[in-house]
């Protein structure tokens, strides 16, 4: 990726090709890899980030199984992002369960053993909240009578 040439936008090497606003307007990025060329325009709007939302809201999974969460940023003019990939996770109560950071599995929570414990997503100065319950994963069938 080519350097910015105004500060509209910032890249952060590394960051896979993750673009931030700096300030509001209309430019161009242009990526060059392995002899190929592409560029793309990006328009940077003002409107404020009002919250982040996890969904499900609220999740019961069995010990020892996982769960994927979707973040999504909630703006002022009622416009959403999914950040799902750009969200930090992290449960109040590792005993219960841990959710992933990595690139390949973010948002991927894990079921450790029963109990309950808040799953948060943050992301820019917001954050999102799902209630977790983990439940023994014992149950061998159900009749109905």
């Given at each position: 990726?080519?350097?910015?040439?105004?500060?509209?936008y910032?890249?952060?090497?590394?960051?896979?090709?993750?673009?931030?606003?700096?300030?509001?307007?209309?430019?161009?990025?242009?990526?060059?890899?392995?002899?190929?060329?592409?560029?793309?325009?990006?328009?940077?709007?003002?409107?404020?980030?009002?919250?982040?939302?996890?969904?499900?809201a609220?999740?019961?999974?069995?010990?020892?199984?996982?769960?994927?969460?979707?973040?999504?940023?909630?703006?002022?003019?009622?416009?959403?992002?999914?950040?799902?990939?750009?969200?930090?996770?992290?449960?109040?109560?590792?005993?219960?369960?841990?959710?992933?950071?990595?690139?390949?599995?973010?948002?991927?929570?894990?079921?450790?053993?029963?109990?309950?414990?808040?799953?948060?997503?943050?992301?820019?100065?917001?954050?999102?909240?799902?209630?977790?319950?983990?439940?023994?994963?014992?149950?061998?069938?159900?009749?109905?009578?």
């Amino acid at each position: 990726m080519t350097p910015p040439q105004a500060s509209l936008y910032r890249y952060t090497p590394g960051a896979a090709g993750i673009v931030k606003g700096l300030s509001a307007g209309a430019t161009k990025v242009s990526v060059l890899f392995a002899g190929q060329s592409a560029t793309v325009p990006i328009t940077v709007s003002n409107v404020a980030l009002v919250g982040v939302t996890l969904e499900p809201a609220s999740a019961m999974v069995p010990a020892g199984k996982s769960q994927a969460f979707k973040a999504t940023a909630v703006y002022a003019d009622g416009s959403t992002l999914d950040v799902t990939l750009l969200a930090t996770y992290a449960t109040d109560d590792t005993k219960v369960a841990t959710v992933s950071n990595a690139a390949a599995t973010k948002g991927l929570l894990t079921a450790v053993n029963p109990g309950a414990t808040t799953m948060r997503a943050r992301f820019d100065s917001k954050e999102g909240m799902a209630r977790v319950t983990v439940f023994e994963d014992d149950i061998t069938g159900i009749r109905v009578t």
